[in-house]
């Protein structure tokens, strides 16, 4: 188990570590949830979803705005310029950069929208992406298996529900 408080660097070395130590067994476990199709797979998911954050806030966290960064869709582009008030091509040309898979993301990380506290200053015009992040709320999570794996990484709230889930459909 994982430190549910503020999280520092160690923490998300540790963080990274115990994910590391439980891929193979995560990885076989997601072989198991794509076969079987738990009816019930979301709700519990969700249910999980609600503990951890009824717990802990992403304020002590923003490992995701730190590391990560989304994909930014065109709309999240026209909605960003208009919420800095920046023209489309300004704000491309400022803050982002085209990945290996032709997507737009940020052209550095932390996130250049991250302040010190740990907040989003574009939060109400945040990417789709971020708003999607850490996907253990959304439907059908049986596709999202492969992205979960990855995250269980960078999320201590991936991380603690992947643990969870393990033991509940064991
Ligand atoms: S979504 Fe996960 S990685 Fe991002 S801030 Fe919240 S707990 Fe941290
Ligand atoms: S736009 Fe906001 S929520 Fe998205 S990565 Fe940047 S700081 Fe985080």
């Not at 998911?45 to 590391?67: P, Q």
């Not at 930014?72 to 919420?83: F, G, M, N, S, T």
């Not at 506290?117 to 996907?135: D, G, Q, T």
Request: aromatic share 12%; with cysteine; proline share 4%.
């Amino acid at each position: 188990m994982i430190k549910i408080t503020k999280m520092n660097k160690d923490d998300f070395e540790k963080l990274k570590k115990n994910a590391q130590n439980s891929k193979k067994l995560n990885k076989d476990f997601f072989k198991k949830l794509r076969k079987k199709k738990y009816k019930n797979l979301d709700e519990t998911v969700h249910e999980l979803h609600e503990d951890f954050f009824s717990e802990f806030s992403c304020l002590d966290c923003a490992n995701c705005c730190k590391t990560l960064g989304p994909r930014l869709l065109q709309k999240d582009i026209e909605r960003l310029a208009v919420h800095l008030k920046m023209k489309e091509s300004k704000f491309i040309e400022q803050y982002l950069r085209i990945d290996e898979d032709n997507d737009y993301v940020f052209k550095s990380m932390p996130c250049p929208f991250l302040d010190a506290e740990n907040y989003c200053i574009v939060y109400a015009s945040r990417p789709k992406a971020c708003k999607e992040f850490p996907h253990t709320n959304q439907k059908r999570f049986y596709q999202l298996l492969n992205e979960t794996l990855l995250n269980t990484e960078i999320c201590p709230a991936v991380y603690e529900i992947t643990e969870k889930l393990r033991d509940i459909y064991k």
